[in-house]
Nanobody
Framework: QVQLVESGGGLVQAGGSLRLSCAAS????????MGWYRQAPGKQRELVAH???????NYADSVKGRFTISRDNAKNTVYLQMNSLKPEDTAVYYC?????????WGQGTQVTVSS
């Protein structure tokens, strides 16, 4: 049974930082690309950051220079370090694993940034 469990969300003031974690089980983590997505109320889910199995990364323009995605294959965990948070970063953040046609999502963690 595949599980992706996000943690680390919460309420933070603008300018603050949070680190999200996504612990994976039931997949061969090291061969999966991993991504963080977010969905704000009334908006579509959007890609925030992505990391390949080889460690290559890409980011949404809106978070470049502020967010960093990383992975620890020994711990089957992907992280999202979020700095200089803005109210517009408020959303539910989801973790996704991706290997060929095998795609799985976590349940999401709420991030709220107050102004």
């Amino acid at each position: 049974q595949v599980q992706l469990v996000e943690s680390g969300g919460g309420l933070v003031q603008a300018g603050g930082s949070l680190r999200l974690s996504c612990a994976a089980s039931g997949i061969i983590f090291s061969i999966n690309a991993m991504g963080w997505y977010r969905q704000a109320p009334g908006k579509q889910r959007e890609l925030v950051a992505h990391i390949t199995s080889g460690g290559s990364t890409n980011y949404a323009d809106s978070v470049k220079g502020r967010f960093t995605i990383s992975r620890d294959n020994a711990k089957n965990t992907v992280y999202l370090q979020m700095n200089s948070l803005k109210p517009e970063d408020t959303a539910v953040y989801y973790c996704k694993s991706d290997f060929r046609s095998f795609v799985y999502w976590g349940q999401g963690t709420q991030v709220t940034v107050s102004s």
